[in-house]
């Protein structure tokens, strides 16, 4: 043991250190919000309560039931019940979201081809049983319609879902480069 570790031991530095901050930090304001007074800002592209995007032209919801979403969710707390219309085409039938699950990770947004699937930024919910957080088709329609609807749902997959045509461009070329090539 050297000289520095036994004056550290005996005069207990690491527990005055500790001490030290922790008397620093007792005059300092409190940085709590007071919760149901003081809400903060929804923060732009939150992930938060689920919802199922209706057209904007037809009012009817975008889903077709191809199960890329439940597919692709690891927590699969997404159940969809299909069944085949008077046309031959899938028709949802049920669609079912188990919240007390979901580990919001937006891979069900991320998967859905037609962008039938979204989170909106409303986290303040809450509920005293579990069936209040198993969300129905109907349910999720009413979120979009609740928190969604118009130019905030726009809003929403174009600046945070889907690749965009310029996320393809190849790289322009400079000039010299070109020249060189030929």
């Known amino acids: 043991m050297t000289v520095k570790e036994l004056v550290g ?33 929804p923060v732009p592209g939150a992930r938060a309560l689920h919802a199922l995007v209706r057209d904007p032209e037809t009012g009817r919801e975008k ?9 692709m969710c690891p927590s699969q707390c997404i159940h969809i019940y299909t069944s085949e219309g008077d046309d031959h085409k899938k028709v949802v039938d049920r669609y079912e979201v188990d919240v007390l699950r979901c580990i919001f990770c937006a891979l069900c947004v991320e998967a859905c081809p037609y962008g039938a699937v979204a989170l909106t930024p409303h986290f303040e919910y809450a509920g005293f049983t579990r069936d209040e957080f198993y969300y129905t088709k109907e349910r999720l329609l009413e979120n979009w319609d609740k928190y969604m609807a118009g130019p905030v749902g726009t809003e929403y997959f174009e600046k945070f879902w889907g690749p965009k045509a310029g996320d393809f461009n190849a790289p322009a070329i400079p000039q010299d480069k070109e020249r060189k090539a030929s």
């Open 63 to 71: 889903c077709v039931g191809c199960g890329l979403c439940a597919a």
């Open 9 to 41: 031991k005996v005069f207990m530095v690491e527990i005055l250190k500790g001490l030290a901050l922790t008397f620093k930090h007792m005059v300092r304001p409190a940085v709590t919000r007071q919760y149901p007074d003081e809400k903060r800002e």
